[in-house]
């Protein structure tokens, strides 16, 4: 809507002044993909592909999907454009429209918009916490406080699959106890056991051991790191154990930013983190990779609560007093628009009370008015909307008269 387009503005804006300052480029990948990309790369067991995905056959009976999530298609075009030859790592960002069939509600749409940044092709948790603060940055540079960083390490290849195993262990003699969706995932997806609301399950997740207690050593060592860094660069985060993220690429670092005015499950206005496995797991040589994806639709709705940005208004209102005169007015409005003002014309036959009272509303702080008389004298009338003052002056100084009422408004 018109009212919420400079909070749309002001945020991309800034995510584009911030991704250049950390030598980010931009990239924009299809609306639609082969649906396979998505199926391997977020993976078959995870609520996205499961349940979410907007998923059509086309004319050739080929699986098309609408994005859910921009980086399996952001690594795909990596490999495609030949990135992987030019230095490394390529840092890209991205903004635009994904899409998801979940339940809508608040701060959950089936459209929806994300801003994020990928760094591909490097492994360093340096890296990682270079992504971390670019979103840190762009929360605290369009003024929303109140946020959290939350931090967890989610292993790899090498510690993962013993953790699972654990896990299903420490579950197994209590599957009874368990909410059906939380049996369902400790087949499928065991570490998503972590994300049930359910209250019949929160007992048995709070004694649950936890992967950042089984971490192979270079994981530990990754993980230190980040933390190391992170406190550096003071960005406050906490440690959370039960973040595990919903998407099965992820591999090691794993972080969310929530909003404590967000509240219950769709707290999260991002995340992200490292995916070291994604790349093989598409078919590409073994590539590292580290990222997030912001919601700018949960962003734009705090923020609105939070600051007030007004819509642009005209500088100036021009309006004939009478039907007659209407032609010029578009010659006069075309002049004041070549200074570069902005400036509604009103073509309307109302009356002159209702088209000031309209000039008023939309917050113009000039009215430039002509009526029969002015237009044989050569002549404007220039109305300062907030003094409700006017002059009449020949139509030669109008640009000049227009400035100071402005400057004066
Ligand atoms: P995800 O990678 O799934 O955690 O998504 C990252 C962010 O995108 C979330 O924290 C939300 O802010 C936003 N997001 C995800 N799904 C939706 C949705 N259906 N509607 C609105 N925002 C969403």
Redesign the pocket.
């Known amino acids: 809507m018109p009212a919420d387009q400079p909070y749309w503005d002001m945020v991309e804006s800034t995510a584009k002044e911030l991704s250049a300052r950390y030598g980010y480029r931009r990239i924009e990948t299809p609306i639609f993909e082969a649906t396979e990309l998505f199926v391997r790369g977020v993976g078959e067991a995870t609520d996205i592909v499961s349940k979410e995905m907007f998923t059509f056959p086309d004319r050739g009976g080929r699986s098309l999907t609408l994005r859910p ?1 921009g980086t399996a298609p952001i690594v795909r075009a990596y490999f495609d454009a030949g990135m992987q030859l030019e230095p490394q790592p390529a840092r890209l960002f991205y903004i635009g429209p994904y899409f ?1 069939a ?1 339940r809508p509600q608040r ?4 459209e ?1 918009h ?1 801003f994020g940044v990928e760094a591909i092709g490097d492994a360093s948790p340096l890296l990682d916490v270079e992504v971390i603060l670019l979103g840190w940055q762009w929360f605290s540079a369009i003024g929303l406080d109140g946020l959290q960083l939350q931090l967890n390490s989610i292993g790899d290849e090498v510690c993962r699959p013993a953790y699972r195993e654990r896990l299903r262990e420490y579950y197994r003699p209590h599957l009874q106890e368990l909410s059906a969706e939380s049996r369902a995932r400790f087949e499928r997806n065991p570490l998503r056991l972590f994300d049930s609301k359910e209250p019949q399950d929160q007992a048995l997740k709070r004694q649950a051991p936890h992967i950042v207690d089984h971490l192979c050593a270079p994981c530990a060592d990754a993980f230190a790191e980040v933390q190391g860094a992170l406190s550096e660069a003071q960005v406050p985060f906490t440690l959370n154990p039960e973040l595990v ?3 099965d690429y992820y591999t090691r670092t794993v972080f ?1 930013y929530q909003h404590r005015d967000l509240g219950g499950a769709q707290n ?5 983190g490292r995916y070291d496995g994604l790349a093989a797991e598409l078919g590409y040589k073994a590539t590292p990779g580290i990222g997030f ?3 700018m ?2 962003t734009v709705m705090l923020l609105k609560e939070h600051r007030e940005l007004q819509v642009t208004h005209p500088d100036v209102y021009a309006l004939a007093v009478e039907g007659e005169a209407t032609p010029h007015i578009f010659h006069i409005a075309g002049q004041l628009r070549q200074s570069g003002l902005k400036v509604v014309v009103d073509p309307t036959g109302l009356r002159l009370e209702t088209k000031l009272r309209n000039a008023a509303k939309q917050g113009a702080r000039v009215s430039v008015l002509i009526g029969p008389d002015e237009r044989q004298r050569g002549e404007v009338v220039v109305r300062d909307m907030r003094s409700k003052t006017q002059v009449s002056v020949p139509e030669g100084e109008l640009l000049g008269i227009v400035a100071r009422t402005l400057d004066s408004a």
Do not use: P
């Open positions: 999530e998801r979940e701060g959950r749409y089936h929806f994300q993220r919903g998407l969310e999260a206005l991002g995340g992200g994806a912001l919601g639709d949960r």
